[in-house]
Every structure is written in C-alpha cells, then in structure tokens.
C-alpha cells in the first residue's frame, strides 16, 4: 500500500475521533456536567478521566465514591496531570448537581463504547501513521519538511504523499 493511502486513512480516522469525542462530550454535559466543569476541552479525553468514567459516571457515583478515591484513579494513570485538588473539585460539584431519573445502564453503556471507540481508532491512527511514515521517511523532502516547526509526521506524510515526487515541480 501506498504513503498516500496511510495518509488519508489516517486522516479519516482523525475526523471519526473527533466526532466520537464530541458524541461523548455532549452525553457528559448531559447526565454529568461537573465533568466539563472539571475537565474542560481536552482533559476531558485523557485517559485518566477515561478511567474514572469506567468506575464512575454520574454525580451522586464520584460523591459516594470520595475525592480519595477518585485521585486514586486519576494518579494511577497519570502521575502529573490530575491529582488530589481535581477529584474534591468533582466531589465538590457534584454535590450541587441535581440527579436525573434516567435508564442508567443505557447512558453507562453507550459511554463505555464510545471510549472503547476513541480508543481503538486512536490507535488505529497512530498505526497508520506510523506505517504510511516510514515508507516516506528516508525521502530527502521529508527530511527537509521535518525541519520547519509544527511539520510533524502525520502534516509531513500528508504533503509528501500528496505531493509524490517533487522533481516534477
């Protein structure tokens, strides 16, 4: 298969995650708010939060679990990013949040997928760009495209595979 094919592969992985995660963000903001509170923008993908999600879910879930708990979690899967202060900050807001009557296992289940979802096509998208890069690699535009700032590998296999050989310019 071809750089190109990887390319765009990868690129279209990159669209369904992004509708993935704006599909579970807005399940959040609806039956858990303090997490977007908490958590806002990309802190809310993490995969720490994922974690705790699939311990907890819904507000009264994190104020019975305990902000003890709940950093716990978050610090065992990432040691920098969350800590202590977050998990009281969830506690916290949770505590001031009114519970929904809602078909829980619904809500729980559809959650879970769509991170299992992110997830697979994550690394979907990394294998993509992995592979699709190394077949362009040792190409002397790629080398030199990799020398301007913020031409990572998946802008660089996009242009170098798009582009073909650049003699023809």
Known sequence: ?????????????????????NQLRALLRAYCPPLSQVFPGSKLHHPAVYALL??????????????????????????????????????????????RPIGRD??????HALIQDI????QRKAFFLKTGYALIEHRQETKLLRTVKGAGISNSLALVSELGDIQRF
């Open 1 to 21: 298969l071809t750089a190109r094919y990887y390319s765009r592969a990868a690129r279209d992985l990159a669209q369904q995650i992004n509708r993935k995660k």
């Open 54 to 99: 699939h311990e907890n879910l819904f507000p009264d879930e994190f104020v019975q679990a305990g902000a003890e708990a709940l950093a716990t979690t978050l610090i065992a899967h990432c040691k920098t990013a969350f800590g202590l202060a977050e998990a009281q900050q969830l506690v916290e807001t949770c505590r001031q949040t009114l519970i």
């Open 106 to 111: 619904v809500i729980r289940q559809l959650t």
């Open 119 to 122: 997830t697979t096509f994550q």
